[in-house]
């Protein structure tokens, strides 16, 4: 089996909205919990340019969109932008997608002020590359807002063991767990790049169970698993 494969995203585009499978109704509850941690940072987004990075079809996108945000998706998939691009009309929200990586992100230097990846750094090809390229796009004194997975054996075997391989809840081979990163490898990569100020992460992981018996995401304490963070 093949891991960190994504390519399974364009099978799920048609059906990114719909509610059909858990995996996307999975993808669409985190994203509650990731805007509760950057309340926690800021609450003014209007009228701000924000880079959604890894943007998917669109859940977080649309979110800082109604937040006033003015929202530019980049995706490596053009099958899963197609469905971004369809919804976010639907709604009467003017969101720019474009299709690109984060190692070569198809924005002008200090172009933005601020970027969001989530469910994004664990996949990539180049992470330093990734976080260098965030640095390059960003304003002076801009915000980057994002979360990841931790790499030790309680993240591998909730993520990768459980979720995947046991309940598939996620589609197998999505994550490869060699790729996880450890907070104080990221901590490293960002000051490496250029941000001079690094929030205090925190922790995000299943809290409960919902309609379908969907697993509820939260903020928690720990880091172990899942995180999130800030860097200026």
């Given at each position: 089996?093949?891991?960190?494969?994504?390519?399974?995203?364009s099978s799920y585009a048609p059906y990114m909205w719909n509610g059909a499978h858990r995996f996307q109704r999975m993808l669409a509850d985190q994203v509650r919990p990731?805007?509760?941690?950057?309340?926690?940072?800021?609450?003014?987004?209007?009228?701000?340019?924000?880079?959604?990075?890894?943007?998917?079809?669109?859940?977080?996108?649309?979110?800082?969109?109604?937040?006033?945000?003015?929202?530019?998706?980049?995706?490596?998939?053009?099958?899963?932008?197609?469905?971004?691009?369809?919804?976010?009309?639907?709604?009467?929200?003017?969101?720019?997608?474009?299709?690109?990586?984060?190692?070569?992100?198809?924005?002008?230097?200090?172009?933005?002020?601020?970027?969001?990846?989530?469910?994004?750094?664990?996949?990539?090809?180049?992470?330093?590359?990734?976080?260098?390229?965030?640095?390059?796009?960003?304003?002076?004194?801009?915000?980057?807002?994002?979360?990841?997975?931790?790499?030790?054996?309680?993240?591998?075997?909730?993520?990768?063991?459980?979720?995947?391989?046991?309940?598939?809840?996620?589609?197998?081979?999505?994550?490869?767990?060699?790729?996880?990163?450890?907070?104080?490898?990221?901590?490293?990569?960002?000051?490496?790049?250029?941000?001079?100020?690094?929030?205090?992460?925190?922790?995000?992981?299943?809290?409960?169970?919902?309609?379908?018996?969907?697993?509820?995401?939260?903020?928690?304490?720990?880091?172990?698993?899942?995180?999130?963070?800030?860097?200026?």
């Amino acid at each position: 089996m093949r891991r960190n494969d994504q390519t399974f995203y364009s099978s799920y585009a048609p059906y990114m909205w719909n509610g059909a499978h858990r995996f996307q109704r999975m993808l669409a509850d985190q994203v509650r919990p990731r805007l509760e941690y950057f309340d926690r940072v800021t609450t003014d987004w209007r009228g701000i340019a924000t880079l959604d990075l890894g943007c998917g079809g669109g859940f977080m996108s649309e979110a800082l969109a109604r937040r006033g945000a003015c929202v530019i998706g980049v995706d490596p998939s053009r099958a899963v932008l197609v469905a971004a691009r369809e919804h976010a009309q639907s709604q009467g929200l003017e969101i720019t997608y474009r299709e690109g990586v984060g190692e070569a992100i198809p924005l002008p230097d200090t172009s933005v002020e601020r970027v969001v990846c989530v469910d994004v750094l664990e996949h990539v090809q180049d992470v330093e590359k990734v976080i260098a390229e965030i640095r390059r796009v960003l304003r002076p004194g801009g915000l980057f807002l994002f979360d990841t997975i931790n790499r030790n054996l309680l993240a591998r075997f909730m993520v990768v063991t459980l979720t995947e391989d046991v309940l598939r809840m996620i589609p197998r081979g999505a994550h490869d767990p060699a790729k996880f990163i450890r907070p104080e490898e990221l901590k490293n990569i960002l000051a490496r790049s250029g941000f001079t100020r690094i929030g205090k992460f925190s922790g995000m992981g299943i809290v409960g169970l919902g309609q379908h018996l969907d697993p509820r995401f939260g903020l928690t304490s720990s880091t172990r698993v899942m995180y999130l963070g800030y860097a200026q």
